[in-house]
């Protein structure tokens, strides 16, 4: 056995029995109540919203192909661990000690949202994190986005809501800055190849993500559920489409590029998930999902290319295009449609 194999045995399992032990014991002591699952836990968005985390992002990450298992085995991994660990941290932030299980049913379903953040740090980093670097990169990041969404509604008097939302803006840009600590791996590198089942699977993913994105959007909303739903749906209607039309204009030979089509499809959805709230006509959801279109195929054209070499971040996910600068334009139109 190489010592590359002994060292991930040596520390992997007892790391993640480690926190797993943490948690157990800080259930016990605050959340040991009779009958905490409060009715309304079986709610159909709360299983959509799983199967996209599970199904969606999993095998959207597959396309790399010596990655596509590690992909899916450590996608579900992060996402056991950090429901945990933000279920916990949601309710130190709150009360301290939670006996409410109406309570306790809603954090598990924005401790489901929040794990968004770290699949998508995740996809930044795809092909470079070993399994420790991953687990602390989890166990820190959800930490991060909790103080992030207290001081948003602290301080900047943001809703509750909103600042979930906010979830893949923080993931992309999160991940990126982590990102930047690995080397870079240059384009047509192994580690960089893909196959066309991984690229198949990928797409599979993708399709997961488009059609339960408006059951992501209107998980934790409280009025308004059918407008965010529909307003999601119109506004990824028209990302889908737009994104065909860009794809043949960028591309050299003029054929379609489903690298592109996969992050200008859900780059509409993304929009929509920060400005939601704010949205009241389907029009404006359809114009927002054809500037998260343009946003993702255009930027991913020429940014990437003009990127300066200082700046050593190599997005093999396209998680910048597919979801920071898309939650960027919904964070803007959430502030132009808010006020």
Not at 51 to 78: E, P, T
Not at 184 to 205: D, H, I, N, R, Y
Not at 243 to 266: E, N, P, W, Y
Request: hydrophobic content about 55%.
């Amino acid at each position: 056995m190489s010592s590359k194999y002994r060292n991930f045995r040596n520390s992997v399992p007892w790391l993640i029995l480690f926190w797993e032990a943490v948690f157990i014991i800080l259930f016990y002591f605050f959340f040991s109540v009779a009958g905490l699952i409060a009715p309304d836990f079986l709610d159909p968005a709360f299983q959509d919203v799983s199967h996209m985390m599970i199904f969606g992002l999993g095998f959207f990450l597959s396309f790399l192909k010596r990655y596509g298992l590690s992909s899916i085995g450590f996608n579900l991994l992060i996402i056991a661990l950090a429901v945990q660990w933000s279920v916990l941290i949601e309710g130190f932030s709150c009360s301290g000690i939670i006996f409410s299980s109406s309570f306790f049913s809603y954090s598990i379903f924005k401790a489901t949202v929040s794990v968004t953040a770290v699949v998508i740090s995740f996809a930044a980093i795809l092909g470079k994190a070993n399994p420790v670097q991953l687990v602390v990169m989890t166990i820190v990041e959800i930490a991060a986005f909790h103080l992030n969404r207290w001081i948003s509604k602290m301080y900047l008097q943001i809703t509750d809501l909103t600042s979930m939302m906010h979830v893949h803006l923080f993931g992309a840009y999160f991940g990126l800055a982590v990102s930047a600590s690995f080397p870079v791996l240059q384009p047509g590198f192994e580690k960089s190849a893909s196959t066309p089942m991984s690229c198949l699977l990928s797409v599979l993913g993708t399709l997961f993500l488009w059609v339960y994105w408006p059951s992501f959007n209107y998980v934790l909303a409280v009025e308004r559920k059918n407008n965010i739903i529909y307003n999601t749906y119109f506004a990824l209607a028209v990302s889908a489409v737009t994104a065909f039309a860009l794809s043949v204009l960028t591309t050299k030979d003029g054929k379609l590029s489903m690298a592109h089509i996969q992050r200008a499809t859900l780059a509409g959805g993304v929009t929509v998930s920060c400005a939601a709230g704010s949205i009241q006509y389907p029009w404006i959801a359809m114009i927002l999902g054809l500037l998260a279109s343009v946003v993702a195929i255009l930027g991913s054209h020429f940014l990437q290319r003009s990127r300066p070499p200082a700046i050593k971040i190599h997005d093999i996910s396209g998680v910048h295009f597919t979801f920071g600068l898309p939650a960027v334009l919904g964070a803007l139109a959430h502030i132009v449609l808010y006020i």
